[in-house]
Structure formats: C-alpha cells, structure tokens
C-alpha cells in the first residue's frame, strides 16, 4: 500500500528532474564563492524577494539562527511571537548560541502580533535593559495553522522597526505559500523586511536548503555568521540545482495544495467527533481536533491509520486531541480521498 504522508510538507520528495538536474549540476568550491549553481540560485532568490543578496543555508532552522546572530549581539533582545517557530522549536538556539534574549508576545488569531504590544515591547535607552535589537515575524504563521500575513501589516512593523533602528526578520519557510494565498507578488510582501529566510525543502520540494536574502552588507556579514556555526559547504550546487528548479517551478503551483488542503478539510469537517475551523483553512496546512467523547482518541486514530492505510498524521505539541494535516506536491486529489475514505473508516 503506497504511503500517505500527511504530516507535513517538509516530507515532500524531490521531483526526477531535480534528481536529473543535481546530477548534472555545475560545481566548484562555495566556500571560495566559485559554485555556479549556488551563486545561481542565490541571486534569481534575491532578485525574486527583491533583495541585493542571498546565502544559501542548510535549513530554515539555520536560516533564523544565522539571521538573528547576525543582526543582534550578546545581551540584545528581539520581539517575537511565543508561537514562532524561532522560540518554540529551534532550541532556543539565539539565546544557546547567540546570547539574544526572547521578548515574546502572543500572537493574534490572524497571525500578527498586536502593533502596540510591539511597541511597548522596545525597550528604552537604560542601564537596566537590554538593547532590543530584532522584530521577527513568520509568514506563513506555522503554529496557528499556515496563516498568511498582509503585506499591509508587514510594512506597518517595518514601519515601527525603521522608527525605532530595529531590524525585521521574517521567517518565511512557507513564503510562497503567503505570497499564493494573499495572491501578492512575493517582494511586496517582503519589502519592508531586513531579512527573509524561506525554505526550499517544504512545499518546494527540494531535498535541502533555505536562502536567506537581504542587502549585500548584511549577506556578507550572514556569511561569517554561517561559517562560525559551521555552514560553510564546498559543492553544494549539487542541492542548488534542486533550488533553482523549487524556485523556477514549484513557487507556481502552490494553489493546487491550497485547493487539496480545502477538500480535506471540507471532507474532515463531514466526519462525525471531527472539528475543523473551515475559516481558517488559508494554505496547505490546518488542524483538527478530536472530540473527548469520540470512539478513539487522536493518538488512537494516528497509529490506527498508520497500521491499517499506510496513512501518517500529525500531531501538535501541548494539544493531545489535536492533529495536523499538510498537503504537498505528492499529496494528489486522488490521495485526498483515500485519506478521506481511511479516516472515515477508522472513525466509524
Ligand atoms: N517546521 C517543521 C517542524 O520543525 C515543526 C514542520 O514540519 O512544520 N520556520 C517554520 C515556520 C517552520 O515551520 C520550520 C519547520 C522551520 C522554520 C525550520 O525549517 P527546517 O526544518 O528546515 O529547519
């Protein structure tokens, strides 16, 4: 039985022409800044996002990592979400690695961060304080459900971050998918960012990698930050040929996950002791709870459906009741409604 895998993008396999493609790949040594392909996939991402600069990285976990040391130093504090993928799942690496302190605020069920909360979050020029440093956002927001945030908000932060000389991060490992959502080209939804990490292994299907993208001063500077965590790579091209077609190609297509995640959800939201908040479904991912009187419980439904369908599920950290569901390019119409049918099944 062919497997499912709906529990997240990140899961998606490289298509066979990126296989082709990193096959043939042009290298040389990227440490010496001479891998065609990198420097390739670089500047089409950059020029994409409308930034001067990009640096490929390992993931969007180092993407943030390498962002936040490079725009704060040791005893700084950023604003960010306590939802963000940067405070909840990264191991608190700023703070681990880089000695920048978390000043997090709750984030609103649209995604953003209240523009006032942010405001008092700045601290002011005292002994007592940290310096603040960073604001961070992260579209499309993961741990909410795959929310897309407004170039209109955006700019409004990047607002208050110029008035106050702070920097913007934004994590974007699911940009594009925003950027099809809100039907916005992608660099107006990151103008008013300092820097943008999205990833090209979720959605995109690219085996590895992230860029990260913002002015050539900072890039440079990103560069060293890489190096001392130990990102520096020789022939990477290898896995920049599979960006540049994840860039090319798939950035194009993400409507086709946006529509399957709706048809799963509409199904879900059909299937008695499942809840789905239809509203809410806005990208390629979403949740759905299972109620306490139902027949099995959701750790129940996942390892039943993994046993008897070859169907994987996910889960949320802190919510036992709560499942999360990813489409991805694998994740085809058909396999839409086997996973309907075997969740029906089960849940009968
Ligand atoms: N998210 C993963 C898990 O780590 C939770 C997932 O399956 O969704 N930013 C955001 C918003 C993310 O969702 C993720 C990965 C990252 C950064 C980190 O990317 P990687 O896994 O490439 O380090």
Redesign the pocket.
Known sequence: METIDL????VSWPLPEMREAMANAPVGDDVYGEDPTINQLQQEAADMLGKEAGLFVS????G?IVAALTHCGRGDEMILAREA??FR?EQGASAALGGIQPNILDVQPDGTLRLDAIKRAIRGDDQHFPRTKLICL?NTQ?TIGGIPITAEYTNEVGAIARENGLKLHI?G??LFNAATALDTPVNELVAAADSVSF?L??GLCAPVG?VLVGSKAFIHEAHRTRKILGGGMRQAGILAAAGLIALRKMTKRLHEDHANACSLAEGIAEIPHLSVDLSRVKTNMFFFDVADNAPITADELRARLKAEYNLLIGGFYGMPNRVRL?THYWITPEKVDAALSAIREVMS
């Open positions: 529990r997240s993008d990140t993931s969007g976990t180092q943030n993928h940067m799942y992260e993961g994590d490992a699911r990833c292994s979720k992230s990813v």
